[in-house]
T-cell receptor, first 112, second 115 residues
Framework: GNSVTQMEGPVTPSEEAFLTINCTYT??????LFWYVQYPGEGLQLLLK?????DKGSNKGFEATYRKETTSFHLEKGSVQVSDSAVYFC???????????FGAGTRLFVKA | DAGVIQSPRHEVTEMGQEVTLRCKPI?????LFWYRQTMMRGLELLIY????????DSGMPEDRFSAKMPNASFSTLKIQPSEPRDSAVYFC?????????????FGPGTRLLVL
C-alpha cells in the first residue's frame, strides 16, 4: 500500500542553520508529493509540491526534489528562521486517487 | 477569497451529548475531507466526499460518528453520543479534484473537548 515515512522530531536547529527533514515514500504508480506546514493553532497549508520525477518544488526558501530512484522527497532550507518553527508533513497522492496519505509530521523548533 | 470555514472553533461538551461540527468548503471545490488530529494518533482521515457523495468512510471510528454533505457548500460531522476519547481537533479540507494530485485546503479546525 501507499505510505509516507518522515524523520521523527523534534528537530531543533539554531537560527540560520541548514535544515533537512527526510521523507521517503512507498507508492504504486506515479504519485504527486507534497510538503504541508502547520503553524500552532492553525490548519495545514501547502508549502510546496512536485508532480513528477526530478521536479523541484520550492516556496519561502524551502525546496524539495522528487527522487524516484530513492523514493524520497527531502525538505531543505539553507538558513532557517525562528518563524519557521512549525510541524511539517510530507504527503503523497496517487494519480487518479482522492486520498492524500500524510506522514506522521516532524516538529521543527528553531532556536534564536 | 474565503478559505474553508469551520464552526464552531471551540466546543466543550459533556459526555453523552450530541456534537455537530460544520464545514463550508471553498466555492467550486468538488471534494471534501474530514480529519481528526490528536497527539497520540496524529492526523487521521475520517471520511471524504466527491461531488457530495461519500467515497470512503472507512476511517470513521465508530457508529457514533456520522457525516453528511447535503450540498456542495456545506457538510456536517456529528458525534452522538460523545465520549471523552473523542476530544481532538477536527479539520475539514476541500480540493478541486480533476485527476489526482491536487492540493487540499484546510480549515482552521474545531477544537473539541468532551468532559
Amino acid at each position: 500500500g501507499n505510505s509516507v515515512t518522515q524523520m521523527e522530531g523534534p528537530v531543533t536547529p539554531s537560527e540560520e542553520a541548514f535544515l533537512t527533514i527526510n521523507c521517503t515514500y512507498t507508492a504504486t504508480g506515479y504519485p504527486s508529493l507534497f510538503w504541508y506546514v502547520q503553524y500552532p493553532g492553525e490548519g495545514l497549508q501547502l508549502l510546496l509540491k512536485a508532480t513528477k520525477a526530478d521536479d523541484k518544488g520550492s516556496n519561502k526558501g524551502f525546496e524539495a526534489t522528487y527522487r524516484k530512484e530513492t523514493t524520497s522527497f527531502h525538505l531543505e532550507k539553507g538558513s532557517v528562521q525562528v518563524s519557521d518553527s512549525a510541524v511539517y508533513f510530507c504527503a503523497l497522492t496517487n494519480t487518479g486517487g482522492f486520498k492524500t496519505i500524510f506522514g506522521a509530521g516532524t516538529r521543527l523548533f528553531v532556536k534564536a | 477569497d474565503a478559505g474553508v470555514i469551520q464552526s464552531p472553533r471551540h466546543e466543550v461538551t459533556e459526555m453523552g451529548q450530541e456534537v455537530t461540527l460544520r464545514c463550508k468548503p471553498i466555492s467550486g471545490h468538488n471534494s471534501l475531507f474530514w480529519y481528526r488530529q490528536t497527539m497520540m494518533r496524529g492526523l487521521e482521515l475520517l471520511i471524504y466526499f466527491n461531488n457530495n457523495v461519500p467515497i470512503d468512510d472507512s476511517g470513521m471510528p465508530e457508529d457514533r460518528f456520522s457525516a453528511k454533505m447535503p450540498n456542495a457548500s456545506f457538510s456536517t460531522l456529528k458525534i452522538q453520543p460523545s465520549e471523552p476519547r473523542d476530544s481532538a481537533v477536527y479539520f475539514c479540507a476541500s480540493s478541486l479534484w480533476t485527476s489526482g494530485g491536487e492540493t487540499q485546503y484546510f480549515g482552521p479546525g474545531t477544537r473539541l473537548l468532551v468532559l
